[in-house]
């Protein structure tokens, strides 16, 4: 029989390397954003509506990459160390448990 523990810390890991994987797939898609808010950020300002759209679209989109990869990673690195707080996340102590301890 698997311990409480070692069921936290495989869930977690578990977790941990598919919020990876996510952060590495959307790192491929920074390239792609870069390229396309440098082309729209190489026009003169104000030449037209429709380039100032784009600059913030891209500058927009980029921003929240950036944002999701830095979380992503962040919370793979919290869930991968584990403790008594992922333990808490993952595998609460019921009522139960507590009084039978």
């Not at 830095?70 to 507590?98: C, H, N, Q």
């Amino acid at each position: 029989m698997i311990s409480r523990k070692d069921a936290v810390i495989l869930a977690s890991r578990t977790l941990a390397v598919l919020l990876t994987v996510s952060a590495l797939a959307d790192v491929s898609y920074l390239p792609e954003r870069l390229h396309s808010l440098l082309r729209y950020l190489n026009h003169e300002p104000g030449t037209a509506t429709a380039i100032e759209y784009w600059r913030h679209y891209y500058l927009i989109q980029l921003g929240f990459l950036i944002t999701r990869i830095v979380g992503f990673s962040l919370m793979a690195r919290w869930l991968y160390k584990g403790g008594p707080d992922i333990e808490e996340l993952l595998l609460p102590e019921t009522e139960e448990r507590t009084a039978a301890n």
